[in-house]
């Protein structure tokens, strides 16, 4: 038996894009205006992070450094004490170490750590270029005291600190830079007054965008001087208008944007942002018509082999002739825009996918166990198929149960790990027609139902697991049917019971579709009960308070651990404690890691392969969140429990 030792990480690897305004620009400013004017219309925006971006590892130091090896510095440094006062100093200076400086004053001040040592080791996002590259350095930061020092700030708060600590700096940026914080998502951003909001934005089909440097320039000191003069208050016509672009035209724009994203509507998404383009000229240009007439920008939007290869396109950030996005129809129209933009029109251009979180179209259920603790019906029948009443007044087993939600999900594929011996059993009551003398005293309705049964049936597969070596190396069996896709694991003796029409499953694949990482769906338990379960602990992520970016994963902790580490607060600073609902989302590298455990015999005590021991190495290298659904889960795993399931699911 091997135990991997569970040692802190003495580097880490860092990644953050630039970011690209789809819709929406200038309302972050104008939004913010609200709390001197209460007329004001909150600003929205939609924003994503790019492809392109900065690459460095961070580790821990005595002092606060930056150093890079990159051309493009020529051999520049930037190294400070960690001292609150020189480092905002520094920031001060202005100059491109000044955001770095500008970040870590701001964290020296309001949180306790050590030093770092940042390496910028690459840089694929272009400077100057209205693609924030100066919040990116700003967010890496953040992010490299965050992890190095488990600071459990969600990607908002990391978004604050970057844009805190660059208001530090001469720069002065707007609210909706740092929204690269959030990676490669679109996200819609809500500025009213004081107050920001971020959601993230599902989307459903891929879209093939492509930017472009338009080679011009533009003033954009000019272009915000002018349009801030028609604020707070509007004194003309014309501050009017102004106003009503940024106010409630926006708000219109943006969600009907957010609309067609979600639906995977690419056409009617780029319409809307030629759309978009035709209302910034009307009501926006007149207030700085010496910069934002851009002829260049329309030069390009006009032209005919552009359109032939786009839905639409509009520009980019302030707007004038700096930077233009477009919406390429497909992949191969956006590979040939851009070598167009390139080779004929001498711009630097580049591709941007918004792709889809993969769909999750497989489930996998293990149901090899013995179920010692129901013996000894055991001896007789599998402790899956033990009876309970479901909503509909039926008497069925609990695997039935399990399997007609992963129906109404619409499931495609549906693996039972089992023994071998098993598959018989399984067989008999999934596959085995009923004998026609029982089929016939069925009534009509039980007669559609015994067809149901039949169509559920056709979605299962089987795979057996010869050893019993633990929950981890039961699911481990199940990775040629997952085939590199996401797969939604459900536990055999579990069943569910939704608050809301919603399936409990359901839900987590939605907001598995959301967030795109691994993800458990959890549920509130004692902190008496928390030996019992493996538990999970981080920082809410969305401000309903239902989605957590996970920071820690202890199986069965014991009550002054879970007391001092692994509490959850809420808004009313109310402490609870998460534990495994029995739904997860698993991919790929949560396989690969099983499979690395299987291979090394990496074990606990028992001998066992653990599946918590994989989910909390990925969290660790990839990232992976916790759900809360609106509901409750009902275990048939022992007496008590199945006591209480037969007592309770079916009156709900």
């Given amino acids: 038996m091997i135990k991997e030792p569970n040692t802190p990480k003495e580097k880490i690897n860092l990644f953050v894009p630039g970011r690209l305004c789809l819709f929406g620009e200038h309302s972050d400013w104008a939004g913010l205006q609200k709390s001197m004017n209460a007329d004001i219309v909150p600003g929205y925006a939609i924003v994503t992070g790019i492809e392109q971006g900065i690459y460095g590892t961070a580790e821990k130091a005595d002092t606060f450094s930056v150093t890079s090896t990159l051309p493009g510095y020529h051999g520049a440094s930037f190294s400070c004490e960690l001292d609150m006062a020189k480092l905002r100093a520094a920031a001060r200076e202005g100059g491109f170490f000044s955001y770095v400086a500008g970040v870590a004053s701001y964290i020296c001040e309001w949180y306790h750590v050590g030093g770092l040592h940042l390496k910028i080791t690459d840089m694929t996002l272009p400077m100057k270029s209205g693609l924030s590259s100066s919040a990116a350095i700003c967010v890496m930061v953040a992010k490299a005291f965050n992890q190095l020092y488990d600071l459990h700030m969600n990607t908002l708060g990391l978004m604050n600190i970057a844009y805190w600590g660059e208001q530090r700096t001469p720069s002065r940026c707007g609210r909706l830079d740092q929204a690269c914080a959030f990676g490669v998502n679109p996200v819609v951003m809500t500025?009213?007054?004081?107050?920001?909001?971020?959601?993230?934005?599902?989307?459903?089909?891929?879209?093939?965008?492509?930017?472009?440097?338009?080679?011009?320039?533009?003033?954009?000191?000019?272009?915000?001087?002018?349009?801030?003069?028609?604020?707070?208050?509007?004194?003309?016509?014309?501050?009017?208008?102004?106003?009503?672009?940024?106010?409630?035209?926006?708000?219109?724009?943006?969600?009907?944007?957010?609309?067609?994203?979600?639906?995977?509507?690419?056409?009617?998404?780029?319409?809307?942002?030629?759309?978009?383009?035709?209302?910034?000229?009307?009501?926006?240009?007149?207030?700085?018509?010496?910069?934002?007439?851009?002829?260049?920008?329309?030069?390009?939007?006009?032209?005919?082999?552009?359109?032939?290869?786009?839905?639409?396109?509009?520009?980019?950030?302030?707007?004038?002739?700096?930077?233009?996005?477009?919406?390429?129809?497909?992949?191969?129209?956006?590979?040939?825009?851009?070598?167009?933009?390139?080779?004929?029109?001498?711009?630097?251009?580049?591709?941007?996918?918004?792709?889809?979180?993969?769909?999750?179209?497989?489930?996998?259920?293990?149901?090899?166990?013995?179920?010692?603790?129901?013996?000894?019906?055991?001896?007789?029948?599998?402790?899956?198929?033990?009876?309970?009443?479901?909503?509909?007044?039926?008497?069925?087993?609990?695997?039935?149960?399990?399997?007609?939600?992963?129906?109404?999900?619409?499931?495609?594929?549906?693996?039972?790990?089992?023994?071998?011996?098993?598959?018989?059993?399984?067989?008999?009551?999934?596959?085995?027609?009923?004998?026609?003398?029982?089929?016939?005293?069925?009534?009509?309705?039980?007669?559609?139902?015994?067809?149901?049964?039949?169509?559920?049936?056709?979605?299962?597969?089987?795979?057996?697991?010869?050893?019993?070596?633990?929950?981890?190396?039961?699911?481990?069996?199940?990775?040629?049917?997952?085939?590199?896709?996401?797969?939604?694991?459900?536990?055999?003796?579990?069943?569910?019971?939704?608050?809301?029409?919603?399936?409990?499953?359901?839900?987590?694949?939605?907001?598995?579709?959301?967030?795109?990482?691994?993800?458990?769906?959890?549920?509130?338990?004692?902190?008496?009960?928390?030996?019992?379960?493996?538990?999970?602990?981080?920082?809410?992520?969305?401000?309903?308070?239902?989605?957590?970016?996970?920071?820690?994963?202890?199986?069965?902790?014991?009550?002054?651990?879970?007391?001092?580490?692994?509490?959850?607060?809420?808004?009313?600073?109310?402490?609870?404690?998460?534990?495994a609902f029995g739904a997860y989302v698993i991919t790929k590298d949560i396989y690969d890691r099983l499979e690395y455990a299987v291979n090394h015999e990496i074990t606990n005590e028992k001998g066992e392969v653990e599946l918590t021991d994989a989910l909390e190495y990925v969290r660790k290298e990839k990232g992976m969140m916790a759900f809360v659904p609106d509901g409750e889960s009902y275990d048939i795993g022992n007496a008590a429990a199945y006591r209480r399931t037969v007592a309770e699911f079916g009156s709900r």
């Fill in 191 to 579: 500025f009213d007054g004081n107050e920001l909001d971020v959601d993230r934005i599902t989307v459903r089909k891929p879209l093939y965008y492509v930017f472009a440097d338009l080679m011009a320039g533009k003033d954009t000191v000019k272009i915000l001087g002018d349009l801030n003069r028609a604020y707070p208050f509007a004194h003309n016509e014309m501050e009017k208008r102004l106003h009503d672009a940024l106010g409630k035209d926006n708000r219109i724009v943006t969600s009907r944007a957010i609309s067609y994203i979600s639906s995977g509507d690419s056409e009617k998404l780029g319409a809307l942002m030629t759309e978009a383009q035709a209302l910034f000229d009307e009501k926006v240009a007149p207030m700085c018509p010496e910069e934002l007439t851009a002829p260049v920008l329309h030069s390009i939007l006009a032209d005919p082999v552009v359109k032939n290869l786009t839905f639409g396109a509009k520009g980019v950030g302030s707007q004038g002739d700096g930077t233009v996005q477009f919406l390429a129809k497909d992949e191969p129209a956006q590979r040939r825009l851009t070598d167009y933009l390139k080779n004929k029109k001498g711009m630097t251009a580049y591709t941007l996918t918004l792709k889809p979180n993969m769909a999750v179209h497989k489930a996998v259920i293990p149901v090899a166990g013995f179920g010692t603790r129901l013996y000894p019906e055991t001896r007789g029948v599998k402790k899956e198929f033990c009876p309970v009443v479901d909503k509909d007044g039926l008497v069925k087993p609990a695997i039935l149960v399990l399997l007609e939600e992963l129906d109404r999900i619409e499931m495609d594929e549906i693996c039972l790990i089992l023994n071998k011996e098993e598959k018989t059993y399984y067989e008999d009551f999934f596959q085995k027609p009923l004998p026609l003398e029982h089929y016939s005293k069925l009534s009509k309705d039980m007669k559609a139902y015994e067809d149901k049964i039949r169509r559920i049936s056709r979605k299962l597969r089987f795979v057996f697991q010869n050893e019993q070596k633990g929950f981890g190396h039961a699911v481990y069996q199940s990775r040629s049917f997952a085939a590199g896709e996401p797969v939604l694991l459900l536990l055999g003796d579990t069943i569910y019971h939704s608050n809301t029409g919603a399936p409990c499953t359901k839900q987590l694949l939605d907001a598995y579709e959301q967030f795109g990482q691994p993800m458990t769906a959890v549920h509130p338990v004692g902190l008496d009960e928390v030996v019992h379960y493996g538990i999970f602990s981080g920082v809410w992520e969305n401000r309903e308070e239902t989605v957590l970016k996970l920071t820690a994963i202890v199986e069965k902790p014991s009550c002054e651990e879970a007391r001092d580490y692994l509490s959850v607060s809420n808004r009313k600073q109310a402490k609870n404690y998460y534990a």
